[in-house]
């Protein structure tokens, strides 16, 4: 089983910055993913940006520029760094890790979410 946990959220004022983190342990597959997920409310789960064990990383359109992943293999952790935050990224954030056991075969984990409020 994996565990993650997740720290960094918070109230901002529009045009501020925030940092996530998120903390795996366990059972971490040597092919994976790590990334995050936000969900506002009365909507659905979105992708925000993930990262790959050999440092792919995607972005969502509307955080790319804005938002940057990255993680450090030694600690089994994620970062989201969040700049230029607007109200319509408050939302609830979740970490998730993907191991994968081959291309097509996953299995994926997430925390227990974190709340980020952008006032504006």
């Known amino acids: 089983q994996v565990q993650l946990v997740e720290s960094g959220g918070g109230l901002v004022q529009a045009g501020g910055s925030l940092r996530l983190s998120c903390a795996a342990s366990?059972?971490?597959?040597?092919?994976?993913?790590m990334g995050w997920y936000r969900q506002a409310p009365g909507k659905q789960r979105e992708l925000v940006a993930t990262?790959?064990?050999?440092?792919?990383?995607n972005y969502a359109a509307s955080v790319k520029g804005r938002f940057t992943i990255s993680r450090d293999n030694a600690k089994n952790t994620v970062y989201l760094q969040m700049n230029s935050l607007k109200p319509e990224d408050t939302a609830v954030y979740y970490c998730?890790?993907?191991?994968?056991?081959?291309?097509?075969?996953?299995?994926?984990?997430w925390g227990q979410g974190t709340q980020v409020t952008v006032s504006s």
């Open positions: 366990g059972r971490i597959f040597s092919i994976n993913a």
């Open positions: 990262i790959t064990s050999s440092d792919s990383t």
């Open positions: 998730n890790l993907r191991n994968y056991k081959s291309d097509y075969v996953y299995y994926d984990y």
